[in-house]
Every structure is written in C-alpha cells, then in structure tokens.
C-alpha cells in the first residue's frame, strides 16, 4: 500500500451552499453542478480531460437511478469511469480513493469526485432518517429514532469505559468554541455553551441529551474535487494537497447485524457495540502514509454524537482505548492549546450534512491558509473521517502539504 502514498493529490476542492431561508431554493444537483463548475473554471481542467466521475451515494432528495449518470449528463462529460460510491458517508471519501487506483493505473490524467446533500430544505430528516438506518424487518417497526440507535452503543461505551456525561460534554463545548467563528455553522448565533448546558439540556434518548447531538445543517452543501498524479498536479494548482494514506472499513448496515459478526477486523474476538471500523481505516491510513496520530496537526470528523466523537478520538489513535472521555476532559481538544478538532464546529455545532467533502476541503484550506473560519497555525498534515450509517462504514484519509515519505 506504501506504493500510493503521496502518488496522487488534491488539485482543487470546491463547494457550493444552498440554505433553507434561500428564496430561490436549490436542489442537490444544482449545487453539485455549481461546485463542479467552479472546480473547472479553477484548475482549468475542462470537460474533455475528465476521465473519471466518483460521486457519493444518491441524495434522499434527488433519488434517481444511476445519480452519478444524471451528473454526467448535466456536466456534458464522458468519462471512461462513472459510478457511485455507497458506503453511507464513508463513500464520500471513498470517492477519492477509487481515484488514486485509477490515476496510479495510469489509465486517466483526471478524477472528478462529487458529494452533495440538500435533504434538510426539502423533506422531512427527523422523521426519515431512523428508515435509513434502522433494520427493516426488525427495528424499524418500533419506530426508533436516530439518537435511539445510537444510544445502544453510547450506553454500552459509557459501561465498559467509565464514560461520563461530563466528558461527553466537553466535547460539545470545545466544537462550539470553533463554531462561533465559522460562518456557516448551524449553531453559531446560539453563542457558547457550557458542560451545564449540555446536562441541563432535555433527554431525547439516554443517555444523549439535546445538546450531545447533531442538529442539521440548515440547508445543503456540495463538495468537489479533483484528483490528479502528483507529477503534474502543479501544472494546474499551486497549492496540491498530496493524498499521503487512506484506508476503509465497513462492517454492517443494521445495529444489530454487528453483533452476528465474528472473527474479522474489529470483532477479532467477537461482536462489540464499542469497537469500529474506523480503527482499521485509521491503520490502513497510517501505514500507507507512513506517520502516526502523533503527526497530525488537524482532525475532522462525520460522528454526529458526543460519545461519538470520544470514541474516534481512541480509534483513530489519539488516545489510548478507554481513554477518550479523559483525554478530553484533560483538555485534549481544548480550542485553546489542544488538538484542533472539528474546526468548522464538527456536527455538534457545524450541522450534521452527509456527503463530506467539504470537511476535506476545511482542512485543505487550513493547510494553505484559505480558512474561513478560525485559523489553525502551522497545518503541515491532516487527518479527515468519514462515517455513516449507525457506526457501520468509516473512512479515513491522511493529506499533507509536502510528501510524508
């Protein structure tokens, strides 16, 4: 795997917001359109060096057969490869991924990877998407809710690791800190919390309180990319992100098929509602780039829950396993002086959109000083996670600004 590290890089990164209170409202395709636009007008890559079109899974809001083929259509492309990447949220970043393998296949000079979600402004999310992730046949019938599902796995990570509601917290209060500076974040007219805030917060599913989880992003946003080999990356960008390590895991769909699973990574010794897939995406990461947690100066995360969030800090190697509720409430995600973690205000306070890219685009932007909202000094490498489903599917993906090896 240590073949593709740094073999391929980021080119350009766009995106394209639409909000709920827009007069003229626009639907997924047009802001994904108005992202791939941009992207082209940007490097100068035109519609005729496109070979190859990665999108993320079919937005709720747009479902059409073949969505990454009505793209083609609108674009007026015609790629040798299109097709979409379906793994929940982890697609998103999974979209990159099938790039590399086709550059380093030298089969194409160009990738175009294509995410974009604007469900909150035309249907209902809170009533839709517990039938997304709930089993057909024998959770969805008792009307779960999202949090609900979630909330087996929260309760179980509290019991085996003496998790407390306090450390759970924190961590919504360090992503608020971010999100007062970002202008888009969701919650950012709502002003700082407090840990007593969150606690006093109403109970939607124990053990998550309002405040423990995601509110919606109050519209849609599309993220593009364009992915090219390095060698000749700089002849359409002078400021690449090179693509040091990536890696997948997708281990169920349903909560409960996670228990029948035996004997493959991470349930080596059995089912867990703990462990995930995104420790053996991060491993995969780490390998192919060469450096380890401890070279990160950036970390985005998809986890839409506090306990969430204090669990991919363990999995993802930045604390020992157990250790995430202390490592935060030691000031280990501290806005001042800790790990910069979910700079645009994460999910907590950012707002939860599915599809992201746009988290790969805030710390590409950090990284060449483009931040929109707080600066983080001296970005030399980054760590981004995609997740989706109910802890089911993870991505992550290492980006540097020079070569890691």
């Not at 974009?116 to 402004?121: D, K, M």
């Not at 979630?150 to 209060?173: D, F, K, L, P, W």
């Not at 971010?178 to 599913?205: C, E, F, T």
């Not at 935060?328 to 907590?348: C, H, I, M, Q, S």
Request: with cysteine; proline share 5%.
């Amino acid at each position: 795997m240590t073949k593709l590290a740094n073999n391929c890089a980021i080119a350009g990164i766009t995106r394209a917001i639409g909000l709920r209170s827009d007069q003229d409202k626009k639907t997924p395709l047009q802001l994904v359109v108005e992202a791939c636009s941009q992207l082209m007008r940007q490097t100068g890559v035109g519609r005729n060096r496109i070979g190859a079109l990665f999108t993320g899974r079919m937005p709720r809001s747009y479902m059409t057969l073949q969505y990454s083929q009505s793209l083609v259509n609108e674009l007026k492309i015609a790629p040798m490869f299109s097709t979409e990447v379906t793994s929940h949220g982890g697609g998103a970043l999974g979209t990159i991924e099938l790039a590399v393998l086709a550059l380093n296949a030298g089969l194409i000079d160009y990738a175009l990877c294509v995410t974009g979600e604007a469900s909150p402004i035309w249907i209902d999310m809170i009533g839709g998407s517990a039938n997304w992730e709930a089993d057909l046949q024998f959770e969805a019938p008792y009307g779960p809710t999202t949090p609900a599902l979630y909330a087996q796995s929260a309760c179980r990570y509290m019991h085996e690791c003496g998790i407390t509601a306090e450390q759970m917290a924190r961590v919504a209060v360090e992503n608020r800190r971010w999100a007062l500076h970002h202008p888009y974040a969701a919650m950012r007219a709502k002003g700082p919390i407090s840990v007593a805030d969150v606690l006093n917060s109403p109970m939607i599913a124990s053990p998550l309180r309002l405040l423990d989880c995601a509110p919606w992003f109050p519209g849609g946003i599309a993220s593009a990319a364009l992915i090219t080999r390095a060698e000749i990356a700089r002849d359409v960008c002078a400021e690449p992100a090179y693509i040091a390590g990536f890696g997948q895991s997708n281990t169920h769909e349903w909560v409960g098929e996670r228990m029948g699973t035996w004997g493959v990574g991470p349930f080596e010794q059995g089912p867990s509602m703990v462990r995930t897939g995104a420790r053996i995406a991060a491993a995969q990461a780490y390998a192919m780039a060469g450096v380890g947690a401890r070279d990160i100066d950036i970390v985005e995360t998809s986890v839409p829950f506090t306990y969430a969030n204090l669990l991919m800090l363990e999995e993802l190697g930045f604390c020992a396993e157990g250790e995430g509720g202390r490592f935060v409430e030691a000031g280990g995600v501290d806005f001042d002086g800790g790990l910069p973690f979910n700079t645009t205000g994460g999910y907590l306070s950012f707002g939860q959109s599915g599809q992201g890219l746009y988290l790969l685009k805030e710390i590409v932007d950090q990284m060449w000083h483009h931040a929109e909202g707080y600066p983080v000094a001296n970005v030399e490498t980054g760590l981004v996670h995609g997740h989706g489903g109910p802890l089911a599917c993870h991505s992550v993906m290492i980006v540097s600004k020079q070569p890691t090896c």
